[in-house]
């Protein structure tokens, strides 16, 4: 039989991700292997391997693990051997890698430290094909309050809401307010739009005594906060 058409259960023994996993561990195996696994099944004609690197190299994305954060289930439905259940198994792979990205950096998130915020929300924000602004409300002690998305809209249309900010910030009785944004472009590095509304949210709320702690934005895997920028 072809090789190319091999059943994972045809593979030789040291090619099966379910073995080469019992015996050398899961960091032994290939993205593509990895995938295989949560797949399960290929199709009659591709291994379960082979269907998974050519979901990986769906063309119109980031090619490798990173491009399933931004395939939607009418792209990965467009694939051949990609059901609706399949489809919807990768959709909650994704969502359950930035769910455990945000555990992980829960346990050290400070509202005093860019870097912590940054690290918690990174993963929920780096992927998003638009911009989004994310409020964070705190109290007295620094705590939360509240978060929550004020707005959303395409890349370079300027989205930031400062009257709604403050609308919710008094509503939830705030005391002072972080606010995030991204760049779907993934560079972080603050348009003079970006340097301008913030310092006008940071006359706004002295105005009306919330104080704007700071203001971060992200990008793929990278942060700016403009108050180490020395902005605020």
């Known amino acids: 039989m072809n090789n190319n058409h091999l059943t994972v259960k045809e593979l030789p023994l040291s090619e099966r991700p379910y073995e080469k996993c019992e015996k050398y561990g899961a960091g032994s195996l290939s993205d593509a292997e990895l995938l295989a696994v949560i797949l399960r099944t290929g199709t009659k004609n591709l291994r379960s391997v082979d ?4 979901i990986l190299n769906y063309p119109g994305t980031y090619k490798g693990l990173k491009g399933l954060n931004y395939l939607t289930m009418k792209e990965l439905t467009k694939i051949s051997g990609v059901g609706r259940v399949k ?7 994704a969502e359950l890698t930035k769910r455990m990205s ?3 950096h829960q346990e050290t998130l400070k509202f005093n430290s860019p870097r912590s915020i940054a690290d918690y929300y990174m993963q929920d924000m780096r992927h998003l094909s638009i911009e989004q602004v994310l409020l964070i409300m705190l109290d007295t002690k620094s705590k939360l309050i509240k978060d929550m998305v004020i707005s959303a809209g395409t890349v370079n249309t300027s989205i930031m809401p400062v009257r709604e900010l403050f609308i919710q910030a008094v509503k939830y009785e705030a005391v002072s307010i972080i ?7 993934g560079d972080p590095s603050p348009s003079p739009e ?6 006008r949210i940071k ?9 704007l702690m700071d203001h971060i934005i992200i990008g793929d895997n990278k942060y700016v906060s403009l108050k180490e920028q020395g902005i605020l």
């Open 203 to 211: 006359e706004a709320g002295n105005l009306v005594g919330i104080a």
């Open 102 to 104: 945000r555990e992980i």
């Open 179 to 185: 606010i995030l944004h991204n760049h779907p472009s």
């Open 194 to 199: 970006d340097i301008k509304v913030t310092r």
């Open 87 to 93: 489809a919807i198994e990768l959709l909650c792979l």
């Open 51 to 54: 269907l998974a690197a050519r």
